[in-house]
């Protein structure tokens, strides 16, 4: 689309025709409320631009619809510079686009550019830029242009990897982010009808050329995956899948409804009491459990990081009795009397020594697992091994021969000596650990594999013993694998 606003000196104009052709009757009515309530109390509205057809649409319709907040507008624009002159581009389209319509812009780049590309880690550069424009600004609402190809993009991408009802229930129309309070009035329309609009009253947007790349999932599912499903379907799927997410996210209410209430019952002062806890329902038990975390955690951080553990909790609960289990870096739950509690570390948890038995995870405090296993030594895995495509970090593969039984685990001790495939010379265990840079935690925390002999056999980050070395004339071979205990 040709994106010159050159000849747009009446864009307000043309915001108003799009106005005409989709008022506020047919914006989803939940956001839609939150604005005519005008809930930003006088404070600076946010508009994230991206100068997309989607962005550019909703930046449009709310300048329109909103007149007398005009003021108090600013448009968000992040340039993540990954796409050299079409970024820059991009970022001069919008800020010509804000001139034209006399708003306030706000537009920033990375210090360092990154290199990591993942959908993730630009998600978090935008949401940090958002928070910083929250404190410098005051904003404490911004509006987004999802619509409703969005939301079946996001359930097609989330169910591969598991999710719940919350997950699928995503982009909400409206949610919150960090105490920002992110709305999306326009998640009933389509992408289609979006540009459909715009080409009608010649209104130019910016095209992301990356969108037509497949290194990015969602990038497949949208050019792939849902033309097929929509031309598969027997009746109109995106009103079908708009209408599913409706209906989910009226269930979802009403479990977070029910588990206010068993929180409630369940809670002891900053204590859960178990037994009653394990009485509800599964999906009640994880929403009790988030509840709590949230209450008895001193910050947002560390809320965002723990109560993806409840699930884990559960699954503890369900396989075995435990009396402490680690869930972060200096977060652990334990269970005494008959009550279940949340706190916070002081202190490094060292290893006792510990016996490992073949086939059975056991459960480290600091929230990793250990794993020892018997594998067939066949073709494939030799290639693994003796090409190096074993990460040291999290799985070693050992031959029996140097194993009489399973082996044990403990912490480092004083004069501790390790021989790792590959070295010249055996060297003391603390030095290597200096020599990695560990942390005191790290060094104490990061289990010692030694055999019944108490040589050491593997230290995660460190290949085998050299003494453990595989070789083609085995049969067999041990395989210890170290890892998060929620993978």
């Given at each position: 689309?040709?994106?010159?606003l050159?000849?747009l000196?009446?864009?307000?104009?043309?915001?108003?025709?799009?106005?005409d052709?989709?008022p506020?009757?047919?914006?989803?009515?939940?956001?839609?409320e939150?604005?005519?309530?005008?809930?930003h109390?006088?404070?600076?509205?946010g508009?994230?631009?991206?100068g997309?057809?989607?962005?550019t649409f909703?930046?449009?319709?709310?300048?329109?619809?909103?007149?007398?907040?005009?003021?108090?507008?600013?448009?968000?624009?992040?340039?993540?510079?990954?796409?050299?002159l079409?970024?820059?581009?991009?970022e001069s389209f919008?800020?010509?686009?804000?001139?034209?319509l006399?708003l306030?812009c706000?537009?920033?780049?990375p210090?360092?550019?990154?290199?990591?590309?993942d959908?993730?880690?630009?998600?978090v550069?935008?949401?940090?830029f958002?928070?910083?424009?929250?404190?410098?600004k005051?904003?404490?609402?911004?509006?987004?242009?999802?619509?409703?190809?969005d939301?079946?993009e996001?359930?097609?991408?989330?169910?591969?990897?598991?999710?719940?009802?919350?997950?699928?229930?995503?982009?909400?129309?409206?949610?919150?982010?960090?105490?920002?309070?992110?709305?999306?009035?326009?998640?009933?329309?389509?992408?289609?009808?979006?540009?459909?609009?715009?080409?009608?009253?010649?209104?130019?947007?910016?095209?992301?050329?990356?969108?037509?790349?497949?290194?990015?999932?969602?990038?497949?599912?949208?050019?792939?995956?849902?033309?097929?499903?929509?031309?598969?379907s027997?009746r109109?799927?995106?009103q079908?899948v708009?209408?599913?997410?409706?209906?989910?996210?009226?269930?979802?209410e009403?479990?977070?409804?029910?588990?206010?209430e068993?929180?409630?019952?369940?809670?002891?002062?900053?204590?859960?009491?178990t037994?009653?806890?394990?009485?509800?329902?599964?999906?009640?038990?994880?929403r009790?459990?988030?509840k709590?975390?949230?209450?008895?955690?001193?910050s947002?951080r560390?809320?965002?990081?723990l109560?993806?553990?409840?699930?884990?909790?559960?699954?503890?609960?369900?396989?075995?009795?435990f009396?402490?289990?680690q869930?972060?870096?200096?977060?652990?739950?334990y269970k005494r009397?008959?009550?279940?509690?949340?706190?916070?570390?002081?202190s490094?948890m060292y290893?006792?020594?510990?016996?490992?038995?073949?086939?059975?995870?056991?459960?480290?405090?600091?929230?990793?697992?250990?794993?020892?296993?018997?594998?067939?030594?066949?073709k494939?895995?030799?290639?693994?091994?003796?090409?190096?495509k074993?990460n040291?970090?999290r799985e070693a593969?050992?031959?029996?021969?140097?194993?009489?039984?399973?082996p044990?685990i403990?912490?480092?001790?004083?004069?501790?000596?390790?021989?790792?495939?590959?070295?010249?010379?055996?060297k003391?265990v603390?030095?290597?650990?200096?020599?990695?840079?560990?942390?005191?935690?790290?060094?104490v925390?990061t289990p010692?594999?030694?055999?019944s002999s108490?040589?050491?056999?593997?230290i995660?980050?460190?290949?085998?013993a050299?003494?453990?070395k595989?070789?083609?004339?085995?049969?067999?071979?041990?395989?210890?694998?170290?890892?998060?205990?929620?993978?």
């Amino acid at each position: 689309m040709n994106d010159s606003l050159g000849l747009l000196k009446d864009l307000p104009q043309r915001a108003n025709q799009l106005l005409d052709i989709w008022p506020k009757e047919k914006w989803h009515h939940r956001a839609l409320e939150i604005l005519e309530k005008g809930y930003h109390k006088g404070k600076p509205l946010g508009i994230a631009c991206s100068g997309g057809a989607d962005s550019t649409f909703c930046l449009l319709l709310i300048y329109a619809a909103f007149p007398k907040w005009r003021k108090q507008m600013i448009l968000l624009h992040y340039n993540h510079q990954l796409r050299g002159l079409e970024s820059d581009g991009d970022e001069s389209f919008v800020s010509t686009m804000s001139k034209a319509l006399g708003l306030s812009c706000v537009i920033e780049k990375p210090l360092v550019r990154t290199h990591k590309l993942d959908e993730n880690t630009l998600r978090v550069l935008r949401l940090n830029f958002w928070k910083k424009v929250k404190k410098e600004k005051d904003i404490s609402t911004i509006i987004q242009g999802h619509h409703l190809d969005d939301i079946a993009e996001t359930l097609l991408w989330r169910i591969p990897r598991g999710t719940s009802v919350d997950g699928l229930i995503s982009p909400k129309p409206i949610s919150q982010i960090d105490n920002i309070n992110i709305l999306r009035p326009f998640i009933s329309i389509t992408k289609d009808l979006i540009r459909e609009f715009l080409r009608e009253y010649s209104v130019p947007w910016r095209e992301d050329s990356s969108n037509l790349e497949d290194k990015y999932l969602r990038n497949k599912i949208r050019q792939s995956v849902l033309p097929v499903w929509k031309e598969s379907s027997d009746r109109k799927l995106l009103q079908g899948v708009e209408s599913t997410r409706d209906l989910l996210e009226k269930d979802s209410e009403a479990l977070d409804f029910h588990a206010h209430e068993s929180f409630r019952r369940c809670r002891s002062g900053e204590q859960l009491k178990t037994e009653l806890l394990m009485r509800l329902p599964e999906a009640t038990q994880r929403r009790v459990l988030q509840k709590w975390i949230v209450e008895n955690t001193d910050s947002e951080r560390d809320s965002a990081k723990l109560v993806p553990k409840a699930k884990l909790l559960i699954e503890v609960f369900q396989k075995k009795e435990f009396s402490v289990i680690q869930i972060s870096d200096r977060h652990f739950f334990y269970k005494r009397g008959g009550y279940l509690y949340l706190k916070a570390k002081n202190s490094i948890m060292y290893i006792p020594q510990l016996a490992t038995v073949e086939d059975c995870p056991l459960f480290l405090a600091n929230g990793m697992k250990i794993l020892i296993e018997q594998e067939k030594l066949g073709k494939d895995l030799i290639d693994q091994i003796f090409k190096k495509k074993i990460n040291p970090e999290r799985e070693a593969y050992l031959s029996t021969k140097s194993l009489k039984g399973s082996p044990f685990i403990r912490s480092r001790l004083s004069g501790d000596i390790f021989k790792p495939m590959g070295s010249p010379g055996s060297k003391k265990v603390s030095d290597l650990m200096i020599d990695r840079k560990w942390s005191e935690s790290q060094k104490v925390e990061t289990p010692v594999f030694v055999n019944s002999s108490n040589e050491i056999v593997w230290i995660p980050g460190f290949p085998p013993a050299e003494f453990t070395k595989v070789t083609p004339t085995d049969k067999w071979v041990i395989r210890l694998t170290y890892g998060y205990s929620g993978t």
